[in-house]
């Protein structure tokens, strides 16, 4: 089975920076492309950053320039460095993962780590 973990959130006054960290776990899969949602109270979730396989990367108007995802594979673990922080930008981030192994491909989501940005 795959397990996605975040870690890395927290409390942060705007213009401040967090790093989220998506450990990602599970024997004989490989993790092609890896996403950050996250979801605000009320607010539906929204796709925050993509990056490939290859670290080709994607990011939502929202977070470009201020926001940069990288991935390590050698500990199967994709961050997202988010800068200049907003209060809009509170919410609950989550890591979302596109495995595969052989005669399978599915898709796994953590369970998310609170970020919150105080005015």
């Known amino acids: 089975q795959v397990q996605p973990v975040e870690s890395g959130g927290g409390f942060v006054q705007a213009g401040g920076s967090l790093r989220l960290s998506c450990a990602v776990s599970?024997?004989?899969?490989?993790?092609?492309?890896i996403r950050w949602f996250r979801q605000a109270t009320g607010k539906e979730r929204e796709m925050v950053a993509t990056?490939?396989?290859?670290?080709?990367?994607n990011y939502a108007d929202s977070g470009k320039g201020r926001f940069i995802i990288s991935r390590d594979n050698t500990k199967n673990t994709v961050y997202l460095q988010m800068n200049s922080l907003k209060p809009e930008d509170t919410a609950v981030y989550s890591c979302?993962?596109?495995?595969?192994?052989?005669?399978?491909?599915?898709?796994?989501w953590g369970q998310g780590t609170q970020v919150t940005v105080s005015s």
């Open positions: 599970g024997l004989g899969w490989n993790f092609l492309d």
């Open positions: 990056i490939t396989l290859g670290g080709v990367t």
């Open positions: 979302n993962v596109d495995a595969w192994r052989p005669g399978q491909r599915a898709t796994y």
